[in-house]
DNA sequence: AATGAATGAGGATTCATTCAT
DNA sequence: AATGAATGAATCCTCATTCAT
C-alpha cells in the first residue's frame, strides 16, 4: 500500500486544487507540497502533469462510465421493446451522476472538474474523455433520440448541449452562486435541491416548441404557444 | 495614431489568443511576438497582465453596457407603465450582444471571453465586471422580475443563471460543437441561428411549471405534469 | 521659473527617497511618479542618474563647502597666527553642518546621505565628492593637525575616521536610534541633544593616549593605564 | 557532497559580492554565473534573495553569537560576583570578532556586511539579525552597565552606537582607508593594527566627562574643561 | 522646455522535468 | 519505490534610457 498511499495522496490533493484553480493555475509543486509528497513524486508515478490530470478525470469517469453502462443496461431491461420515457432517461442520469462522486464526498470538486475539462484548455483532456467515454454519451443520445421522435436530430443534438451547459454552469460555480442565493433569499440550497430545480427547467427545455424557421416571416412568436 | 497602433495590436491580438488558450496559458511573449510589438509595451500601456485582461474585456463590456441601457431605456419609454413581456426582454438584450462586438467581427471571441470569465481563476476579472457592469444586469433582472411575477424571486434568480449557462456554454464552445454538428448533421450554424434555437428553449425554461417542494411526498415528479 | 520647479520637484524628492531607501533601491520612476514629473525629465534636466545624485549631493555640499571656508577663514583670522584649539575646530564644524541643511529643514536627509555615500557601492559618487570638495577636508584636517601637535599623522588620520564613523552612524541612523532611546529611556533626543552629547566623546577620542606600540612586549594592557 | 558544495559556492560567491557591491547591486545572475551554478540554484536551496542574504549573515553570526556566549560565559565564570572590567569586556568581543570569520579567512568581508546590514535598504536583515542574535547583544549591554556604573543609561546606551558606528564605519570602509594611510603615511595596517588603534580610543570615549545638561547656562562650553 | 511612447536589457522567481542515487 | 538535487526554459515585470514630437 506505500505506493497506492503516495498516488492517493496526490490524486485527492491535485483534484482539489484543479478544481479550485484550474489546471495551469496549478503547479506540481503545489499539489506535491500540500499532498505532502517529493516533487518528483507526480513525475514518478504518472509520467506528466497532462498524465495527471487524465489520471484524476478516470478516477470518476471509470466508475462512472460502469454504473451508467449498468443502469442502462437495466432500464432497457425492464423496458423492453418499449420506448424509455425522456423523464426517466434524465433521472437515470441524474442518479448516476449524483451517486457515484457521493461515494467520494466530492461530487462539487466532480463538477468543477467537469466544468474545467470544457473550458480550460486542455485540448489532450477533451480528447481523452472523449475517446474513452464517448460510448456511454453515445448510448445515452441514441435512447434519447428514441425518446423525443419528434425533435429532428440536429435540434436534439443542440438541446441536449443547452441542458448540458445549464447543469455543468450550474453546478461548476455553485459555490458562488449559493453564496448569493443565501445572502440575497436566504435560501441554503444542497445540491439536491438543485437538482429538484433543474428537472422541471431540463424537461421544459427539451419539450420547447421547435424554433421558427429563418425564412418563415417571424410576426409568430413560437414561443408565444 | 502611434499610441492607438500599439494598444490596438496589443489588445487585438491578446483577445484572440486568450479567447483561443485561455488567460494562464497565454504568455506576455505569446501577445507582444505575435503582435510585433515590444515585450514591455504591455507592461507600460497597461500596467499589468490583469489590466491587460480587464481592458480586452472593458473595450467589449463598455459598449455593450451603454447600447444595452439605451435600449432599456427606449423599451421603457415605450411600453410606459405597462409591464414588457419577458419574450421581448430577451430579444432586446440579444440583439444587443449581436450588435456590439458584431461591430468588430468578433462575436465569437467575445462569447469565448465570456466563457472564460465565468471558469477561469480570475477573481479579479469577475470582481472587476461585477463592479464596472453590475448595475445593467441589475436593472434588466428587475426587468425580468416584473415580467415574471407568478415566479418565486429565488427560483427566477436560479432559472436566470441556468440559462445564463446555457447561453455562455454554448456559444463559447462554439467551434467545437459547429464543427460536430456540420459532420453529424451536414448543418452550417451560424450565430444568428443559434440564438433562435435558443429563443423557444430559453422561454419555456423560464415558463417551466415550479419543482415540487422537498416536503412533499416525492411520489408525484414534478416533471410529469 | 519653469524648468527651475521641475528641478527642484526632482531635487526635493529624490533626496528624500535617495535617504529612505538608497540609490539603487529608488528607481527613476519612484522619484517621477512622486514628483509628478514626467519620467524623461530626470534624463533631460540631469542626463541621468547618476549626474542626478551627484547633483542632490551638491546642493547640499556647496553651500556647506563656501560656508565652511568662510568660517575657517574667520577662524584664521581672528586667531593669525595663534593655534586654534580642537574644540573650537570642531565646533566650528558642527555648527557649519548643523546651519546649511537647517535652512532647508532637512539635516536628517543630509546626514543619511551622506551615509550612503560612504557604504553605497556608487564609486561615481566618493569620487565625485573627494573631486568637488577635497579641499576643505584637506584644509581642516590640516588644521587639526596643528591642534594636536602631540599626535602622529598616521593616529591623527585614523582617529579622525573613527570620529566620522561614529557622527555619520549616529545620524544617520537617526530615526531607529530615536525610537529606541524614547521607548527604553523617555528620553526625546533632538539633534541637538545628540551633538551636546557626541562633543566630550569626540574630544576624549581625539585625545586617548597613544596605543602601545606592536613591538612592545604585550604584558602591559595599554587601555589599562 | 552535492548539495553542499552548490550551496557553498553560492554563499562563498554571494559573500563576496555582497561585499564588494551592496545587496540591490547584486543579482542572483551575477551570483550563480560566478560561481558556475544554474541560475535556479538560489531559489531551489534558499528560496528567495532575502533569505540568500540571511543565510550569509547566518554564517558568520551563528559560530560568532555561540562563541561569544561561550566566552562571556568563561569570563562570568572567572570573576563570579565581581564586576568586570570594561576594558576586558571590550577586549574579549574584539577577540571573538576577530576569531570566528578569520577561520574563513574574511574578516574584511564579514566587516563589509555588517556595515551593509545596517546602511542598505533591507528592513528584512535588520529585523532577522534583531530577532536571531538580539540576546548575545543584550548580555553584553548589561555586563556594560555593570561595568560601568557611573554612567547614566541612556548615555550609556548612546556611547555604545557611537562606537558601534566607529567600529563598523571603520571596518567596512577599511580598504580605501586603507589605501589612503599607505599612499599618505605609508603604512601598511592590518585589522589587528586597527584593533590596537581602536582601543584606547573606545575606551576614553566610554568614560569621557557627561556631557552639560541642556538647561545649564551655555556659556561654559563643557569639553572646555 | 518638455513629454508620451517605446525599447532592450535585465530583474527575481517559478515551471515541469530529469537524473543519479 | 522513491527522492533530493539540479536544470533550462519561461514566467511577469521593472529598469534607465532614447527619441520623435
Not at 479550485?20 to 508515478?45: C, Q
Not at 423492453?80 to 432517461?89: D, K, M, W, Y
Not at 429532428?152 to 447543469?167: I, K, Q, S, Y
Amino acid at each position: 500500500m506505500a505506493q497506492s498511499d503516495t498516488v492517493t495522496r496526490i490524486l485527492d490533493t491535485a483534484e482539489v486544487l484543479f478544481a479550485e484553480r484550474g489546471f495551469a493555475e496549478t503547479s506540481l509543486r503545489n499539489i506535491t507540497s500540500k499532498a505532502r509528497v517529493n516533487l518528483a513524486a507526480v513525475n514518478y508515478h504518472f509520467g506528466s502533469k497532462k498524465a495527471l490530470i487524465q489520471a484524476v478525470f478516470a478516477r470518476y469517469l471509470d466508475p462512472f462510465s460502469e454504473r451508467f453502462h449498468e443502469a442502462l443496461d437495466e432500464l432497457q431491461a425492464r423496458h423492453g421493446e418499449q420506448q424509455i420515457p425522456l423523464e426517466v432517461l434524465l433521472e437515470t442520469m441524474a442518479t448516476t451522476v449524483l451517486t457515484v462522486p457521493a461515494e467520494r464526498n466530492s461530487l462539487k470538486v466532480f463538477m468543477r472538474l467537469l466544468g474545467l475539462a470544457y473550458s480550460q484548455a486542455q485540448g489532450h483532456l477533451r480528447r481523452y474523455i472523449h475517446e474513452q467515454y464517448g460510448d456511454v454519451f453515445t448510448r445515452f443520445v441514441e435512447l434519447v433520440r428514441q425518446a423525443t421522435p419528434g425533435l429532428p436530430d440536429a435540434e436534439r443534438f443542440w438541446r441536449l448541449h443547452f441542458m448540458l451547459g445549464t447543469v455543468i454552469f450550474t453546478l461548476s460555480g455553485l459555490d458562488a452562486l449559493r453564496d448569493i442565493a443565501d445572502k440575497e433569499y436566504g435560501e441554503q440550497v444542497s445540491i439536491r435541491d438543485l437538482v429538484r430545480r433543474l428537472r422541471p427547467v431540463v424537461v421544459a427545455a427539451m419539450h420547447a416548441p421547435l424554433p421558427a424557421t429563418l425564412e418563415e416571416p417571424s410576426h409568430v412568436h413560437p414561443e408565444a404557444g
